[in-house]
């Protein structure tokens, strides 16, 4: 059982049907989903002048980058497949996954989640057009 299949069962338990209906459809498409949250890494950056060069890098070196400009961060997003994906994109070691596994639900899901506020980031020319405001992150952390 997910999470989101536990949060579900607690929901019904505590007499909230209608919460635990909402949900359903979140429970349905992670079951559906082609294991996408075991594709990923999300990696935070930490925000600093020195580093614009290395963004370029990252951009070159196919790694997608994700500008929250209300949390002031930005993270790599580095496309992997988990060794442990099975078939069926299920996990062969379920029952004793790690604990940043089993705590991941698609409430949280970056691929189904569309309330993300993330500038995203892929080419060298989206790194350029977004230069000025990844350069004032780091002066509104010099003056913090």
């Known amino acids: ?39 990923y890494v999300m990696l935070e950056l930490p925000p600093s002048p020195n580093e614009f060069s290395y963004y370029e890098y ?12 209300e949390e002031k961060s930005i993270d790599a997003l580095v496309t992997t497949n988990c060794v442990h994906i099975g078939e069926n994109n299920t996990c062969k070691i379920y029952d004793t996954r790690p604990e940043i596994c089993r705590g991941h639900a698609n409430l949280i899901c970056f ?16 790194l350029h057009k977004n230069k000025k405001l990844i350069e004032g992150m780091y002066e509104e952390e010099k003056t913090e």
Not at 111 to 126: A, C, F, S
């Open 1 to 39: 059982m997910n999470r989101s299949e536990e949060l579900k069962e607690v929901l019904l338990k505590a007499g909230r049907p209608d919460l635990a209906k909402e949900i359903e459809p979140m429970i349905t498409n992670c079951k559906e989903c082609n294991a996408k949250c075991c594709r």
């Open 58 to 69: 990252l951009i070159y070196q196919g790694i997608t980058l994700l500008v929250d400009e």
């Open 111 to 126: 691929e189904q989640n569309n309330d993300l506020d993330y500038i995203v980031i892929k080419t060298i020319d989206d």
